[in-house]
C-alpha cells in the first residue's frame, strides 16, 4: 500500500490529453511539500519529468505539464505520443522521508 | 554534470550480507542529503533510507529497519548502504538519489537474495 494513490492505469489515443492524478494526506502533500513526477522506461531508471510541482528540467518536452491543490498532484500529458508509453510515478516527502505512489502505466492506444 | 553511479550488487544467499556504494560526481557531495530507494521486479518504487548531509541524522523504511545501515564517506564522495540478514524479498534495483529541489537518480545496481 503506497502513500500516495495513482491510478493503476490510464489510457489515451495519440493526440489527446491524459492526466494522473496523485493523491496524498495533510501529513506529505498536503503539508507543502514539493511533488515529483517521474518517467519509467522496462529496464530502465526513472527519469525526473516534473520537480516542484510543475518544472521541467532541460529537455523535458512542453506538453508535460505538472501541478498540485491541497492535497493533491495532477501530471498532464497533452498531445498524446506512443513513445510516451511508459509507467508514471509522483514522489513526494513525509517525515524525514520520501513517499512514493504505486506508479501509473499509461497505455498509448 | 551531476552523476551517481552505483555499484555492489550482485546474487546472495537468504541471511547474508552485502554493501552497496554510490559514488557522486558533479556537485558538493557534503551539502545534500542522500537516499536509497529500491524497485522489486515488475513492482513500484520503495524508499529504503536517507542520510543526512553530514551523516547525522539517519531514517530507514520499516521493511529494513535493524538490518540495514546507511552511512557515507563525505572525503570520497561516497555513499553506501550495508545489508544484513537479507530476504528473498529484499530482490530488487537499488538506486541512490541525491535530496534536492530537482532530485538526481542512478542508473541502479541490481541485487537478487536466492539460494
Known amino acids: 500500500q503506497s502513500v500516495l494513490t495513482q491510478p493503476p492505469s490510464v489510457s489515451g489515443a495519440p493526440g489527446q490529453r491524459v492526466t494522473i492524478s496523485c493523491t496524498g494526506s495533510?501529513?506529505?502533500?498536503?503539508?507543502?511539500?514539493?511533488v515529483h513526477w517521474y518517467q519509467q522506461f522496462p529496464g530502465t531508471a526513472p527519469k525526473l519529468l516534473i520537480f516542484?510541482?510543475?518544472n521541467r528540467p532541460s529537455g523535458v518536452p512542453d506538453r508535460f505539464s505538472g501541478s498540485k491543490s491541497g492535497t493533491s498532484a495532477s501530471l498532464a500529458i497533452t498531445g498524446l505520443q506512443a513513445e510516451d508509453e511508459a509507467d508514471y510515478y509522483c514522489?513526494?516527502?513525509?517525515?524525514?522521508?520520501?513517499?512514493f505512489g504505486g506508479g501509473t502505466k499509461l497505455t498509448v492506444l | 554534470q551531476v552523476q551517481l553511479v552505483e555499484s555492489g550488487g550482485g546474487v546472495v544467499q537468504p541471511g547474508r550480507s552485502l554493501r552497496l556504494s554510490c559514488a557522486a560526481s558533479?556537485?558538493?557531495?557534503?551539502?545534500?542529503?542522500m537516499h536509497w530507494v529500491r524497485q522489486a521486479p515488475g513492482k513500484g518504487l520503495e524508499w529504503v533510507a536517507v542520510?543526512?548531509?553530514?551523516?547525522?541524522?539517519?531514517y530507514y523504511a520499516d521493511s529494513v529497519k535493524g538490518r540495514f545501515t546507511i552511512s557515507r564517506d563525505n572525503s570520497k564522495n561516497t555513499l553506501y548502504l550495508q545489508m544484513n540478514s537479507l530476504r528473498t524479498e529484499d530482490t530488487a534495483v537499488f538506486y541512490c538519489?541525491?535530496?534536492?529541489?530537482?532530485?538526481?537518480w542512478g542508473q541502479g545496481t541490481t541485487v537478487t537474495v536466492s539460494s
Open positions: 538519489a541525491k535530496d534536492a529541489s530537482s532530485p538526481v
Open positions: 558533479g556537485f558538493t557531495f557534503n551539502n545534500y542529503g
Open positions: 542520510i543526512s548531509y553530514d551523516g547525522s541524522n539517519k
Open positions: 495533510s501529513s506529505n502533500i498536503g503539508a507543502g511539500y514539493d
Open positions: 516542484g510541482n510543475s
Open positions: 514522489q513526494s516527502y513525509d517525515s524525514s522521508s520520501w513517499v
